[in-house]
RNA sequence: GGCCCCGUCGUCUAGCGGUUAGGAUCCAUGGUUUUCAUCCAUGUUACAGGAGUUCAAUUCUCCUCGGGGUCACCA
């Protein structure tokens, strides 16, 4: 059988997406939307999404960062096709093409020290030139000086025009004596550079869509220069423009909140995350949700905007309060267990979370307003009761205590506004006048949901206890 | 500074020569509610500026201004 070149994938109609993290840290939010993108294409075209680890600068990268970023794509529910490739085991493979370069001419080694090269920029810099290699080793055939251990660099194009063929901001013209120069393929200690093997792992890999942060437009036409000398197909690109922060400049580590696995903390759900990162920068007419498989139907690179975004997370906040809205009970029950709230074992579990997850913008907020209502107050908020107890409430609450006592068969809701009725009723009293003394003798403070509620998810003995205690501690 | 990219409500965006410039969010107001929230309704707010091209420019071209990215033996 012939040996198929892997990097040949003309005539290929199976598309293959990557992101390629280099693990400093965690997941950030604007790296996880370039993959949201990449493995949504890949998706739609039933095509292949793979994750290749660019942990080739030992000094900055750790495991852990791998794995902080292998555990924010399990929560989001993305996974990646095949094996992940680390650039850190391939060495041998870099140094193959380094040589073949070197063997056909098309790099050298260049023994400037780094002292010579920052004097040539102190130089350039001096005169307002640009800053450039002056290409002194191109054709050397002397007698290298001693001391001194090359580096090696590619013989990039003096002249002409590179083209960059992008899906989002369409063709971009670049003149090579404006942006090339002889760049580094291979350190002094042999080990290579970034634009040398990113076009390396992304045509091994087959890989034939490269969607990315439009930081890397620029490294583009070096990344051709090394597809073009090693004789590999140019992938399609998708520059997708920067989320800014709110002062217009690209997102960062210190912006906060900017860590993946941060909003899990805050409470917001993998879909909600999701769809307001699909949303930003991509849209499809005036549609807001979009479900996984939705976006994976309609999404297309194509249709990603020219313009950076600016970070802001009002809409996140809408977008988590309606995924929690329609999150079934169950459910709910089990994602609040993060949040440290057990109602597995609670009988009145969906009378309380049909109440409260209308009202929450987060998990963690849900998690609280269950917290208030199962957990008696310990003390009551001082505005509430001069509000609540502004007339005397005590007799009416008695009124109703002794009501409740007798009661029986109480289970629902409405078991016990049909309670609170008849003592306005029979009292001749407005509904606030019982409703905001009892909200704030259950609760300890205004706000919340429905009082009946509350009550029935409390139970009788408790709702009595309460209220005792409340006129205990306001009389 | 060189090179490159971008410019519609505060924010996310629709628009692809002719629209009362649409939607969403936020904010405000009203309704619903014993409270708060939800929900519903209503409202305020945008084509950076200037020249062209055209019967007609938010839309096409150029310039200006503004913003951003990038210029390593980092990735």
């Given at each position: 059988m012939p040996k198929i070149?892997?990097?040949?994938?003309?005539?290929?109609l199976m598309v293959v997406t990557r992101f390629a993290p280099s693990p400093t840290g965690y997941l950030h939010i604007g790296g996880l939307r370039t993959a949201l993108f990449s493995y949504l294409w890949a998706r739609k075209n039933g095509g292949k999404f793979v994750l290749r680890i660019e942990d080739t600068d030992k000094a900055r990268n750790s495991e852990e960062a791998t794995q902080a970023i292998l555990k924010a794509f399990e929560w989001l529910g993305l996974e990646a096709d095949g094996e992940i490739t680390y650039q850190s085991k391939r060495d041998d493979i870099y140094a193959k093409y380094i040589k073949q370069l070197l063997d056909e001419g098309k790099a050298y080694k260049c023994y400037m020290s780094k002292e010579e090269l920052t004097e040539l920029r102190e130089t350039q810099m001096a005169n307002k030139e640009?800053?450039?290699?002056?290409?002194?080793?191109?054709d050397f055939d002397g007698t290298p000086p001693e001391g001194v251990e090359p580096v090696i660099r590619i013989k990039a194009p003096l002249s002409g025009e590179i083209i960059v063929k992008d899906g989002v901001k369409g063709d971009i013209s670049f003149q090579a004596e404006d942006i090339l120069d002889?760049?580094?393929?291979?350190?002094?200690?042999g080990s290579p550079t970034y634009n040398f093997v990113v076009a390396i792992d992304d045509a091994l890999m087959g890989i034939n869509e490269v969607i990315r942060g439009d930081d890397h437009l620029s490294n583009t036409p070096k990344q051709i220069v090394v597809y073009e000398a090693l004789g590999f197909d140019i992938p399609a690109f998708y520059h997708v423009p920067m989320i800014h922060n709110s002062k217009g400049k690209k997102l960062s580590k210190?912006?906060?909140?900017?860590?993946?696995m941060a909003y899990k903390e805050m409470g917001y759900k993998p879909e909600a995350l999701l769809n307001f990162l699909v949303r930003l920068g991509w849209?499809?007419?005036?549609?807001e949700i979009f479900s996984m498989e939705e976006m994976i139907e309609l999404f297309?690179?194509?249709?990603?905007?020219?313009s950076a975004s600016i970070y802001s997370t009002d809409k996140l906040d809408w977008l988590n309060a309606h995924y929690i809205k329609n999150t079934p009970n169950n459910e709910l029950v089990e994602l609040l267990s993060d949040y440290g709230?057990?109602?597995?074992?609670?009988?009145k579990k969906e009378i309380l979370l049909d109440a409260l997850k209308e009202r929450a913008k987060t998990l963690k907020e849900l998690a609280e307003m269950v917290n208030e209502i199962v957990i008696a107050p310990e003390s009551y908020d001082e505005k509430a009761v001069k509000k609540a107890f502004k007339g005397d409430p005590i007799p009416i609450l008695n009124a109703f205590g002794a009501k409740l006592t007798n009661a029986?068969?109480?289970?629902?809701p409405s078991d016990y506004h049909a309670l609170m009725e008849e003592v306005v009723n029979e009292m001749e009293i407005g509904f606030g006048k019982i409703g905001m003394p009892l909200r704030v003798a259950l609760?300890?403070?205004?706000?919340?949901?429905?009082i009946d509620v509350i009550m029935a998810v409390i139970g009788k003995e408790e709702t009595l206890l309460r209220i005792a205690n409340a006129i205990t501690a306001n009389s």
């Open positions: 070149p892997q990097h040949n994938f003309k005539g290929s640009r800053t450039k290699y002056d290409g002194r080793y191109r002889d760049f580094v393929i291979a350190r002094a200690d210190r912006d906060g909140a900017t860590d993946v849209s499809h007419g005036d549609q297309n690179p194509k249709d990603i905007n020219k709230v057990v109602l597995t074992s609670h009988d029986t068969e109480l289970h629902l609760l300890g403070k205004m706000g919340g949901p429905n």
